[in-house]
């Protein structure tokens, strides 16, 4: 199946270097070289390859170079740039990498007007519903929550199979990814991180929290949390907090890239899901259309909660609600309506919703709002 990226990187491959990230075997080497079927491509983790770049010994005729994990080469800033104004894009050039922290978003001054960042996700409802058609997925929202949108285990279809996967892609990120980010000699603790974090999807996370559980200082935790984040295990949700008295301004969600690592019941599950598919259009929508769209949440200090707030040029335009595989209940939107009149309010459900639900707002079907993902 053709990625949904793939039309918008061919798009722009005449026009910048393409960087393109993700989390790890989330698909973007397989992306990048259908993409363009006469590549050449050139990774950094191999040793002949290293070769290759310093030569610069590719093959020209190619129509694509793809050059993979390059953010681990010194300097590889300034070679991409002398590369690009020596040469041009003869051929285009693809870079991809996991880390988000190298990547792009630390990219600096001297790769500015000369690439198009790009952020790949795993498989979502919307992007299966695009591939294979809605007639092909009655049962891809459970498998999602089972096995994950990592195209490996999803395609294999075995839970099995994805408790194999999981453990090894996890070891690779904090044994290989994790020491080349950063000096990070308690490992153990990072894992015991991630285990807490499990069992906390949806909760406002408190560092002083997780520093007490883990028996180190906040500034350690948040060290951590941004090292899962730029190694796209986690991604925070903060706050929204503009317009809105006596909302909190701090503790934000964090949720997994891996929806199937959840704990809890199924409601919290549900919930990481549809955070990864509106991170995933959100994420989407900036890459390819440049606009100023974030993902927040909503929460008083007297408990009222909207589960996600889409902000768009710092208003609030949707409040969407998560419920899980339970019978549709009255919106919590409701109390934010009347503060936030130009944003619309949905309640995305597991299950078939009732008829009869209280105003204001909608519900829908949770399977059938994210394949169109109508923002």
């Not at 795993?122 to 992007?127: S, T």
């Not at 301004?249 to 809890?264: H, T």
């Amino acid at each position: 199946m053709e990625r949904s990226l793939a039309p918008h990187l061919r798009k722009d491959l005449p026009r910048k270097i393409i960087l393109l990230s993700g989390p790890r075997q989330s698909g973007k080497t397989t992306l990048a070289k259908m993409v363009e079927p006469d590549h050449e491509y050139v990774s950094y983790d191999d040793a002949e390859h290293r070769t290759t770049l310093i030569d610069r010994s590719w093959d020209r005729g190619k129509k694509l170079l793809i050059l993979d994990e390059l953010h681990k080469m010194p300097r590889w800033k300034g070679w991409l740039k002398g590369l690009y104004d020596t040469e041009g894009l003869h051929p285009p050039i693809v870079v991809t990498g996991s880390a988000r922290l190298e990547t792009y978003r630390k990219v600096g001054d001297s790769l500015a007007g000369r690439y198009f960042p790009f952020r790949l996700h795993p498989l979502d409802l919307k992007e299966l519903h695009q591939a294979r058609g809605a007639a092909a997925t009655p049962d891809t929202p459970d498998r999602l929550l089972r096995l994950s949108g990592f195209p490996e285990p999803f395609l294999d279809g075995t839970e099995v199979f994805y408790k194999r996967w999981r453990r090894t892609h996890l070891d690779i990120i904090l044994r290989q990814d994790l020491i080349e980010l950063a000096d990070v000699q308690h490992i153990v603790q990072v894992e015991t991180l991630i285990e807490l974090l499990r069992s906390r999807v949806g909760s406002p996370i408190s560092h002083a929290s997780l520093a007490r559980d883990l028996g180190c200082s906040d500034k350690t935790v948040k060290g951590w949390l941004i090292l899962l984040e730029n190694m796209y295990v986690i991604f925070k949700v903060p706050p929204f907090h503009r317009n809105v008295a006596r909302s909190l301004l701090k503790a934000p969600k964090y949720y997994f890239f891996d929806c199937a690592r959840v704990k809890g019941d199924e409601g919290a599950r549900f919930e990481n899901l549809v955070a990864a598919a509106l991170l995933k259009e959100v994420h989407l929508r900036v890459d390819t259309l440049g606009e100023d769209l974030h993902l927040r949440y909503l929460r008083t200090k007297d408990g009222r909660e909207v589960d996600f707030v889409l902000e768009q040029d710092g208003k609030a335009r949707l409040l969407i609600e998560a419920k899980g595989p339970t019978r549709a209940s009255p919106h919590r939107c409701a109390y934010f309506a009347a503060q936030l009149p130009e944003a619309r309010a949905v309640q995305v459900v597991a299950i078939t919703p009732r008829e009869d639900l209280p105003r204001p707002g909608r519900s829908a079907p949770g399977p059938s709002w994210l394949a169109a993902m109508p923002l």
